[in-house]
């Protein structure tokens, strides 16, 4: 965030609903609520909230709603706290962070277990060929019979 106050403020309405949200409800649909982060517009209009909960879909999609009826009892408690002139809109979105690292981290524990089972392989590997494929330079033999080293020794020689 850009805007100092627009942070301050944000952290403030985390704080508020978190707390509140640890009170309780009245809400029997409400799950584990733990709230992950609150972005504010610049402006200060408008407040996104961003929640997990822990449980199955069933009980994720009961608790969205039961955020999403608490919303108005949840803005008018930010504002009394907040103090200040027009209290943000709240919108209530579910955080798919969790989800999303635990997926990255399956993902990298896959990539490493072919890693490692590339590298056995790799280790077990023989040449399909000769095990220096390069052409090596030749000595040529000249009108002798004598090879270009033995040329050169005999060169040496005289």
Same mark, same amino acid.
């Given at each position: 965030?850009?805007?100092?106050? $627009?942070?301050?403020?944000?952290?403030?309405?985390?704080?508020?609903? $978190?707390?509140?949200?640890?009170?309780?409800?009245?809400?029997?649909?409400?799950?584990?609520?733990?709230?992950?982060?609150?972005?504010?517009?610049?402006?200060?209009?408008? *407040?996104?909230?961003?929640?997990?909960?822990?449980?199955?879909?069933?009980?994720?999609?009961?608790? *969205?709603?039961?955020?999403?009826? $608490?919303?108005?009892?949840?803005?008018?408690?930010?504002?009394?706290?907040?103090?200040?002139?027009?209290?943000?809109?709240?919108e209530?979105?579910?955080?798919?962070?969790?989800?999303?690292?635990?997926?990255?981290?399956d993902l990298? $524990?896959?990539?490493?277990?072919?890693?490692?089972?590339?590298?056995?392989?790799?280790?077990?590997?023989?040449?399909a060929?000769?095990?220096?494929?390069?052409?090596?330079?030749?000595?040529?033999?000249?009108?002798?019979?004598?090879?270009?080293?033995?040329?050169r020794?005999?060169?040496?020689?005289?």
């Amino acid at each position: 965030m850009s805007n100092p106050r $627009a942070g301050k403020v944000s952290e403030r309405i985390q704080q508020i609903i $978190a707390r509140r949200l640890e009170k309780g409800l009245r809400d029997p649909r409400l799950g584990f609520v733990t709230i992950t982060d609150v972005r504010v517009t610049g402006d200060l209009q408008h *407040a996104s909230v961003f929640y997990t909960v822990y449980g199955t879909e069933e009980e994720q999609a009961d608790s *969205a709603a039961a955020l999403k009826a $608490a919303t108005g009892m949840l803005r008018s408690e930010v504002g009394k706290q907040l103090g200040i002139r027009l209290t943000p809109t709240l919108e209530f979105i579910h955080d798919e962070l969790p989800e999303t690292a635990q997926h990255m981290s399956d993902l990298l $524990a896959e990539a490493k277990q072919r890693d490692e089972a590339a590298q056995a392989l790799a280790a077990q590997a023989k040449y399909a060929g000769d095990a220096d494929p390069y052409v090596k330079p030749r000595d040529f033999e000249d009108e002798d019979g004598l090879t270009a080293g033995e040329l050169r020794s005999d060169e040496d020689r005289d």
